[in-house]
């Protein structure tokens, strides 16, 4: 199961855009890429996901280059809710593998 | 729709007692995970169902059995629970289990072993 690499943390203030970079160094050609988000004392929660170029939903946008050895997290205009600890994941048969997260602290 | 429930959401066991954490989803999922957190880390797969009647190891078994009861139920065992247990552990769920299953999680159980 490869782990990702990603900022242990970030500060943003409300209504920034915010990008959060991820390390896939041994993503597998089957591997999606999954970000997830976690407040405290909740369970992670699935934000976005994709395989290769950009994906957009609601609540952010996902940007994978061609070889798929990074993916960056986009969020627009923060507010103080988006607090939280952002996950990055190869995934693979819903096998995911979290590593550390990076705390996004937004600010007034 | 209660989608993930796990029971008991808080545990306190002495060193050397046994315990099993309860996880239920009404989702319909065909594959079912539990994941333990510790203090400002990330989760670590413990054990995981990709279907009924089925069940593998995760990153981090050692010390946990598993048993999926029905396609509803997947329950985590702790035979003789250690300090090093103590942790919050969550169970998920996947429609599909394929590389695009989206992860639902429950809200967690605080166990702490004294």
């Known amino acids: 199961l490869a782990k990702t690499t990603q900022p242990i943390s970030m500060d943003s203030y409300e209504g920034q855009e915010v990008n959060i970079t991820c390390s896939h160094n041994n993503i597998a050609t089957n591997d999606y890429i999954t970000w997830y988000q976690q407040f405290p004392s909740q369970g992670p929660r699935f934000i976005i996901q994709g395989y290769k170029t950009k994906v957009t939903n609601e609540v952010a946008s996902l940007f994978i280059p061609a070889d798929r050895k990074s993916s960056t997290l986009s969020l627009p205009r923060v507010s103080l809710s988006d607090t939280a600890v952002y996950y990055c994941?190869?995934?693979?048969?819903?096998?995911?593998?979290f590593g550390d997260g990076t705390t996004l602290t937004v600010k007034p | 729709n209660a989608g993930v429930t796990q029971t008991p959401k808080f545990q306190v066991l002495k060193t050397g007692q046994s315990m099993t954490l309860q996880c239920a989803q009404d989702?319909?999922?065909?594959?079912m995970y539990w994941y333990r957190q510790d203090p400002g880390m990330g989760l670590r797969l413990i054990y995981y169902s990709a279907s009924e009647g089925t069940t593998d190891k995760g990153e981090v078994p050692n010390g946990y059995n598993v048993s999926r009861l029905n396609k509803r139920e997947f329950s985590l065992r702790l035979e003789s629970a250690a300090p090093s247990q103590t942790s919050v552990y969550f169970c998920?769920?996947?429609?599909?289990?394929?590389?695009?299953?989206?992860?639902?999680f429950g809200e967690g159980s605080r166990l702490t072993v004294l």
């Open positions: 998920a769920s996947s429609a599909t289990g394929t590389s695009t299953g989206e992860l639902f």
């Open positions: 994941l190869d995934t693979n048969a819903g096998k995911s593998t």
């Open positions: 989702m319909n999922h065909n594959s």
